[in-house]
């Protein structure tokens, strides 16, 4: 594209008069061309041939790194350029490249940020080690499913050296674990203690992994520079592009069609029970797909796009030790963090708890209402309605065989229960006694610390800085159910915002007052068919006089009415500035 335009410059620049203003303007015009061709002259450089994977993205970043400033200076002498001094025909490639260069300088420097953290995790300097999470979201869990299995793996300039992936997945964790701690309450309808392959109890993946990577060298694991977890549809993505694998050991074919239905059948039905190694077939399957992604130079762009859109949907999240680092990952959207909001936010978290291998069966709807009353209170409304498409006869359902959801609703902190309606209670006895001489884990003990509502037994309590609405779903196959919690937002809008209404004064001179709301709505990892629907209902005193959202296409405004509608795939935002007279 670059080159494109450097040759369009270099041809209207030759065409243009010598005298008077074209002669100004052709000097300008020339500035950008040479500017813009040496940029395009470093970003056309060949690399050189090797396969050392780092050694070829120090080279490109390096590359990216000496065109930027080329492309700035291009960007600042084509603002003392005039469209109108050329002729009509002309003017349209002139406005395109002044649209094209912003952008393209801001992507050079975000590509420049994500290659500089790629070259560290990738161990261009040194060599990394990394704890790898495979989570099965058809048993959802707050950052995207059971964790079955795990692999440890070395990796030096991007090779990796080094790995293992146990046979009995986390499961051979638990004998060298040294220090017991007691499960959460909700979490002992299946068991007593909190175990490793449970510790991504947090929606915020940073949490859970820091949880998990203790909990590892607590049960004899190597220290790691970071966690990553997987979820199974990263699999079928992949597959989709490489093609199917033939495991010849257990004579099956493994296709994207396939992937869920005869890896589930392997780990928990087929697998040898005096070895008792239900995860060996995990172990034996992912070093196929490495060796197959290495070797598939010509689908690259296709491989880098799943890695880059399972990032974006958190089925891929990453946590890095370093806190620089993670910082950075946390700016790309990569780290799965339970993103902040200052004014209203909603997370609706589902975990199942002996709800068996059932989730990819339900279908959710999320139906936010938010009434904004003429004093500025807000009134929250957050039903949701869940169903049940799974067959009867589920050989991996639930209790009473369905699925079971322990189902948490995230506030803004301080935010104040009005009721709940819908929920199903599980009988106590379905519970495991306490074992109270356990260690009680810090972040457990302050969630221990809750109200619970005595008409609907939904309990209230702080989590992650959040206040938590909790209770249980409990679905057989072909039953629906609507469940719904209803709470006020500890703030109020303010129609003096004083900082609002200069901004507002010093470019319209209305006299006005001013207020803005604004919803966050963090999706979940691992979470399938879900759709988001948010309304706003309005006092009658006000006008709506600018908004914004991560879709604007899904945003409706009329009188008295903010809707957005979208599938909850990945966070969603979006705000609006209200005045009244």
Avoid: C
């Avoid at 964790?147 to 060298?176: H, K, M, N, R, V």
């Avoid at 006869?393 to 506030?411: A, E, K, M, Q």
């Avoid at 206040?467 to 679905?475: E, P």
Wanted: proline share 3%.
């Amino acid at each position: 594209v670059l080159d494109e335009y450097h040759q369009w410059m270099l041809d209207i620049t030759s065409m243009m008069p010598v005298v008077g203003k074209p002669l100004s303007l052709s000097r300008n015009m020339l500035a950008v061309a040479t500017n813009i061709s040496e940029a395009a002259t470093i970003l056309n450089q060949n690399l050189q041939d090797q396969d050392n994977l780092t050694e070829n993205l120090f080279v490109i970043n390096q590359q990216i790194s000496q065109t930027i400033p080329y492309l700035e200076d291009a960007q600042a002498d084509l603002e003392n350029i005039s469209s109108n001094l050329l002729p009509n025909n002309l003017r349209e490639n002139l406005d395109s490249l002044k649209l094209y260069l912003p952008s393209t300088v801001s992507n050079l420097k975000n590509l420049n940020e994500i290659f500089t953290v790629l070259l560290d995790v990738l161990g261009h300097d040194k060599e990394k080690r990394y704890l790898v999470l495979f989570q099965n979201n058809n048993e959802v869990r707050a950052t995207g499913g059971f964790i079955g299995s795990y692999a440890l793996f070395d990796i030096y300039q991007g090779q990796i050296i080094d790995l293992e992936i146990p046979g009995g997945g986390t499961y051979d964790l638990e004998g060298g674990q040294t220090v017991k701690y007691r499960a959460p309450q909700a979490l002992s309808l299946v068991n007593q203690h909190f175990n490793i392959w449970d510790a991504n109890w947090w929606p915020d993946f940073p949490t859970s992994a820091q949880k998990i990577s203790n909990m590892f060298q607590e049960s004899g694991g190597a220290s790691v520079d970071g966690v990553i977890a997987i979820n199974a549809k990263v699999l079928q993505d992949l597959l989709g592009v490489l093609g199917p694998i033939y495991l010849e050991e257990y004579e099956i074919t493994i296709t994207a069609d396939n992937v869920f239905a005869v890896m589930q059948e392997e780990v928990e039905i087929n697998y040898n029970k005096e070895i008792n190694q239900p995860k060996a077939v995990i172990g034996d399957l992912v070093p196929l797909i490495l060796n197959r992604l290495l070797s598939f130079e010509d689908k690259q762009k296709e491989i880098i796009n799943i890695f880059a859109g399972n990032l974006a949907t958190k089925d891929i999240q990453l946590y890095l030790e370093d806190d620089n680092l993670q910082n950075k990952v946390d700016d790309f959207g990569w780290s799965g963090s339970l993103v902040n909001n200052d004014k209203d936010f909603l997370a609706v978290i589902n975990t199942n708890i002996a709800g068996g291998k059932t989730d990819n069966d339900i279908q959710q709807t999320i139906d936010h209402q938010a009434e904004i009353r003429s004093n500025g209170e807000i009134i929250n409304t957050v039903k949701i309605t869940r169903i049940n498409n799974g067959a009867s006869n589920n050989p991996l359902s639930g209790i009473d065989g369905g699925n079971v959801s322990y189902l948490r609703v995230f506030t803004p902190l301080g935010s104040q229960f009005v009721e709940a309606i819908g929920f199903d209670t599980i009988p106590d006895n379905y519970f495991k006694a306490t074992d109270y001489t356990a260690q009680l884990d810090e972040n457990l003990a302050r969630e221990e610390t809750k109200l619970i509502d005595g008409a609907s037994q939904t309990e209230i309590y702080t989590s992650l800085d959040k206040t938590v609405f909790a209770n249980w779903v409990a679905l057989k196959p072909g039953e629906s159910q609507t469940v719904s919690i209803k709470y006020k937002l500890p703030f109020k809008l303010d129609f003096g915002n004083k900082l609002t209404n200069n901004w507002w004064e010093d470019f319209y001179k209305k006299d006005l007052s001013l207020a803005n709301y604004s919803l966050l709505v963090n999706s979940q990892s691992g979470i399938r068919n879900t759709i988001l629907n948010s309304s706003i209902l309005l006092p009658n005193n006000v006008d709506i006089v600018w908004n914004t959202a991560s879709d604007q296409s899904k945003m409706s405004i009329t009188d008295y009415l903010v809707t957005y509608s979208n599938q909850l795939e990945r966070d969603q935002y979006f705000g609006f500035i209200i005045a009244t007279q």
